[in-house]
């Protein structure tokens, strides 16, 4: 469904039909998109950027990624390999004495603004040059024929998640229970559609560089 399709579905349940609603339905569909997008469990539906390239300053160790809300890898390219950087604490890059290079080797998140991301390195370019990351992208605002970024058999939700809000202003609470119950379920629903799987296969630590050896008694 299209944002127009999903305002115009809400109006109807509630019988309304001036411009002034349809504003209002749209503003309400909009937040509850950021809420449904942001909540545990479905991640997916904004973690949809891959390769985000910044550059390096030189002299320093910070190095900001924009329009994202948080960064879950950093590497740089080495011929045609990735070469991924360990990520630690940012106390941990304090307490460290920086070298002067192009080869870092670990990162932590420093600040989050409302759509940036600014890491910090543990070592400081010698010269300007490409970083790369993975990571999750602002979610955008939804108008006209724009779908949200989720499975079409769940938009429902948004429409529930709206009701709910309008029939409790209403002080129709049985109905905004009811929409509240099915928005609940339905978004229970989409979280477990998008986490199951048959085939996945989770090993703790999968890219650490280092083996594990386990301890034996002499």
């Not at 569909?29 to 985000?52: A, Q």
């Not at 011929?79 to 304090?94: C, M, N, Q, S, Y």
């Not at 605002?141 to 499975?151: C, D, E, K, Q």
């Amino acid at each position: 469904m299209t944002f127009a399709e999903i305002v115009s579905a809400i109006q109807d349940r509630l019988n309304l039909t001036s411009s002034a609603s349809s504003t209002r339905v749209g503003t309400a569909v909009n937040r509850h998109y950021k809420r449904l997008t942001t909540s545990l469990g479905i991640s997916h539906t904004s973690r949809n950027v891959f390769n985000i390239s910044a550059n390096t300053t030189a002299s320093s160790a910070e190095v900001t990624f924009t329009d994202v809300e948080k960064i879950t890898r950093v590497y740089y390219l080495s011929g045609t390999a990735k070469i991924f950087l360990d990520e630690v604490t940012v106390d941990e890059l304090r307490d460290d004495n920086p070298p002067t290079n192009n080869t870092p080797t670990k990162w932590a998140t420093k600040t989050i603004s409302d759509s940036s991301v600014t890491v910090l390195l543990d070592s400081l370019a010698s010269t300007s040059s490409a970083l790369k990351a993975d990571g999750f992208i602002t979610t955008g605002t939804l108008s006209g024929v724009m779908v949200p970024a989720f499975p079409e058999s769940y938009h429902d939700i948004l429409i529930e998640g709206v009701l709910k809000d309008e029939y409790k202003k209403l002080e129709k609470l049985p109905l905004a229970k009811e929409s509240k119950d099915e928005y609940e379920q339905r978004l229970s629903d989409l979280r477990m559609w998008i986490a199951k799987s048959g085939y996945l296969t989770i090993r703790q630590g999968e890219r650490a560089t280092e083996k594990f050896v386990p301890f034996t008694y002499k």
